[in-house]
């Protein structure tokens, strides 16, 4: 070990203090607008997950206090907070419900799709010779419009919540397997790949540590972008009658139903949809500032 | 000192074409010749120096012989055990024995990976560290580059050019490896910090004994670490020889106007005319013969028509049908005078902070 020595001695180490570095989610509640919409994004997910324990009423009830507005409104009660719908249910008690189901559909679609269209695209920028069979295939399915493709599944198996998942599953896979190639396109020019394969990796390793890894937060964003985007087609499938159907709530199909009395009982379509805008927007800036904290060359 | 007897790395007529796929069909329609026929030695702790203009086919001899390219042909022996036909998982576990350094600092690290990371992935991949004992190798390995522990902690980013070299030379060192590619380890770097990281290469070579191919197109730096030269001309070796033949007794017009070309800071001061003319020919149609003539400036009839091969002449060797009569023509043009004052300069500085990086240690 001694003549390792003499070599490192010949230059002086330099002498710093070692960083602080902000753990990522601490960085993350710095950002005042992303702690915002994350404390309401967990609010509104408490609320959907426990929405048997919190609501006052059964939603698929219907009782005679019909088209009862808000508390804050004249005539409002305290009984119904946010009123009640055409057929007289706890439109705060739907609210809960619906949201649940709306969560459900998007997570589990934009998982699905996201996922998978991912894992194409990386594949497809790291196995050149698959990318223009595969980018191909992906044309194929992003000329199919989700709704499109939401109608012909509910024409072959009824409508539900499974066909408006698969469909929007599908309809994500195409957009997220383009941008995660030309992320990964991007990332695969740069030297440090070959120096990975210089260094003996496997492919999977390669693939895994440095690919991925350089990828992640980019399409994570994409990812949580597009899952404002799916909650807002899946709403509007709900919305054409194509997602669950009734007594089932579900925040689309609320605004769908609210549409008959929008004039003398305005609040039973506008609180479903300002619901769907709220998920939304908290969805969108969280997701943008997810992806300003997980890139280390940002966070300092 | 260098002893070819018993090589390191043997390069027998090492080829890379790149095909060129035009249309619909992608068929071929033309190949790029960026390497031909090259072949080349080096002795352990020797240091051979390729050096040639950009685009010359230096970078992709490097690549081609570590494999990173895929050869078209040619055969690469590493301490006598071929490795063109090693298979993806022999040819990975070979990867212990050569290393590569990059030219861009900033380039050619994984940003997402601290220091750490960096070194345990080579360190654990070939079994050099244990899980146990990391923490300690990867300190030994800063420690080798002039970098500390507490670097180990974090990211690429963090660091200046300088240093990203020096882990980069560090990554390149981990599994103790008998031969390193340099690719232009110091041009992306200040000239300040070059003579840290030509110095630091110097004691690691010395300390371990590794072979270098160190690829430039710096003639001052070539000059300070090189024991033998090798210069590239459209994908071929045109010269090879001593480092202080080469550089005091040049004998192809390629290798004098080369030297002659070194970059200068004072553009009024009276350059010599012997500077190459005009462009490289394109490597996807090189020239009949000699594929320097259209630009040499000593052509004859001869060279446009057959195509020297590279033989003895003197204590080099050559690839020019003029090499002796040149040989006749250029003495007392000797040593320094083909230096320009830049490169002078340039290689006292090298050499002094050399000096006293020796005097401190």
Request: aromatic share 6%; with cysteine; glycine share 8%.
């Amino acid at each position: 070990m001694s003549t390792i020595e003499t070599a490192a001695t010949a230059i002086q180490p330099i002498e710093e203090d070692a960083p602080r570095r902000l753990v990522w989610w601490k960085a993350l509640l710095a950002d005042r607008a992303a702690a915002i919409a994350l404390i309401v994004l967990l609010i509104i997910v408490a609320g959907s997950v426990f929405a048997p324990l919190i609501a006052p009423h059964n939603p698929f009830t219907s009782s005679r206090s019909v088209m009862v507005p808000p508390v804050w409104a004249e005539r409002g009660s305290w009984e119904h907070i946010l009123g009640t719908d055409g057929q007289g249910r706890d439109i705060f008690s739907r609210i809960l419900y619906g949201t649940r189901l709306t969560l459900i559909i998007g997570v589990v679609a934009v998982g699905l799709g996201g996922v998978l269209g991912s894992l194409l695209g990386l594949l497809s920028a790291f196995y050149k010779s698959i990318d223009p069979y595969m980018m191909r295939l992906m044309d194929m399915l992003l000329s199919f419009p989700a709704i499109l493709l939401g109608l012909a599944l509910v024409a072959v198996f009824g409508a539900g919540a499974v066909p408006v998942i698969i469909a929007l599953a599908i309809s994500t896979v195409p957009d997220c397997a383009r941008i995660a190639r030309s992320i990964a396109v991007g990332v695969m020019e740069q030297e440090f790949i070959e120096a990975g394969r210089a260094v003996g990796l496997s492919d999977g390793q390669l693939f895994r540590r440095y690919l991925l890894r350089n990828c992640i937060s980019s399409i994570m964003i994409f990812i949580s972008l597009r899952f404002g985007q799916v909650i807002l087609i899946g709403a509007a499938l709900s919305f054409l009658g194509l997602g669950a159907s009734p007594p089932t709530a579900e925040l689309g199909m609320m605004a769908a139903q609210g549409r008959d009395y929008l004039l003398f009982a305005p609040h039973i379509a506008v609180i479903p949809s300002v619901m769907i805008f709220i998920i939304v927007l908290a969805a969108n800036i969280t997701g943008d500032a997810l992806r300003d904290v997980l890139d280390p060359r940002i966070r300092n | 000192m260098t002893d070819l007897a018993t090589p390191v790395l043997d390069v027998r007529n090492l080829t890379k074409h790149f095909p060129i796929r035009r249309g619909v069909l992608r068929r071929v329609v033309g190949n790029v010749e960026a390497v031909t026929d090259v072949s080349f030695k080096v002795a352990p702790g020797e240091t051979l120096a390729v050096v040639g203009e950009s685009g010359c086919g230096k970078s992709t001899t490097g690549r081609a012989l570590l494999r990173l390219i895929e050869p078209t042909s040619g055969q690469v022996m590493l301490d006598g055990a071929d490795v063109t036909n090693l298979s993806r998982n022999a040819l990975r576990q070979a990867r212990r024995r050569m290393q590569i350094i990059f030219q861009d600092p900033y380039g050619s690290l994984n940003p997402r990976m601290t220091v750490r990371e960096a070194l345990s992935e080579p360190l654990l991949l070939h079994g050099v560290a244990t899980p146990a004992n990391l923490d300690a190798k990867v300190a030994e390995v800063l420690r080798l580059c002039g970098l500390s522990k507490f670097h180990a902690e974090r990211y690429p980013h963090e660091f200046s050019g300088g240093q990203r070299q020096r882990v980069g030379i560090a990554r390149a060192l981990a599994t103790r490896p008998r031969l390193i590619v340099c690719d232009e380890p110091v041009s992306a770097l200040d000239v300040s910090v070059q003579a840290q990281i030509v110095n630091l290469l110097q004691d690691i070579q010395r300390e371990l004994g590794i072979a270098y191919v160190f690829i430039s197109h710096d003639l001052a730096v070539v000059r300070h670490i090189a024991n033998r030269v090798a210069v590239m001309y459209l994908g071929r070796i045109v010269e090879e020889a001593a480092a202080k033949d080469l550089f005091a007794s040049p004998r192809h017009p390629y290798t004098r106007s080369l030297i002659a070309a070194a970059p200068r800071p004072d553009p009024n001061v009276k350059r010599e005319r012997i500077a190459v003319e005009g462009d490289a020919p394109s490597a996807m149609a090189p020239p009949s013969g000699c594929s320097f003539h259209p630009r040499c400036p000593i052509a004859v009839e001869r060279c446009k028509v057959e195509r020297p091969v590279l033989r003895q002449a003197g204590t080099s060797t050559v690839a020019c049908h003029l090499a002796e009569s040149q040989d006749a023509h250029m003495t007392g043009a000797v040593d320094k005078h083909h230096l320009n004052q830049t490169l002078i300069r340039r290689l006292e500085m090298l050499q002094a902070a050399r000096q006293k990086s020796r005097d401190t240690a």
